[in-house]
């Protein structure tokens, strides 16, 4: 199978994922508390949800293409054009390529570079990791007064950045605050707009 068509599979699959998960006219009951959401009350638009998973998927395929060492070990997450690197990379060099490598996709308005250099990295602070982000995000879908489908998080070190929109100045405070109340987070950082902005 070839790249090119490696990269239009990957593209449907994004596709076929979003328009099967979020273009459903009615509330989907998601986690535990079932929490209903509807996405013509997201402060992202349709469109900007396609635009941003082929932002995203497009880096991805370019990372792997171009640098596979960028590729296993960056996360990408997208909000209107607003790609947020995280993870860990050996050296000042490859921080700056994959920050090069993102600016050449069509789309990216702004590129935040949060990669952190690291020479020693281990599972059991990749599974903890993975575990506050589970938790943080958990904390988000349930909080009635939060629309999850606008965030993005990813923990780096017991780091959380936080890309994504708010309807209000109070909910972005909200996603704060509920992300620092996750044991082990040591440091939240947001990327998060306000709709009205």
Known sequence: M??????????????????????????????????????????????????DALIKTILKNSYFDQNEQIFFNVDVEVSQGRVLLTGTVKNIDLRIEATRIAWGVNGVETVINE??????????????????????????????????????????????????????????????DLSKEVFGVEEVVDYITINSE
């Open 2 to 51: 070839t790249f090119n068509k490696l990269s239009i599979i990957s593209i449907l699959s994004v596709l076929i994922f979003i328009l099967t998960n979020c273009s459903i006219p009615y509330p989907l009951a998601t986690g535990v508390a079932a929490k209903a959401v509807v996405v013509s009350k997201s402060d992202q638009s349709f469109g900007d949800y396609v635009d």
């Open 115 to 176: 990669i952190q250099i690291s020479e020693s990295d281990s599972i059991l602070n990749f599974a903890d990791d993975l575990v506050i982000s589970t938790k943080v995000m958990a904390k988000i879908m349930l909080d009635e007064d939060v629309n999850s489908l606008n965030y993005n998080i990813e923990t780096v070190n017991k780091i959380v950045y936080i890309i994504g929109i708010s309807g209000t100045s109070d909910e972005k405070q909200k996603v704060i």
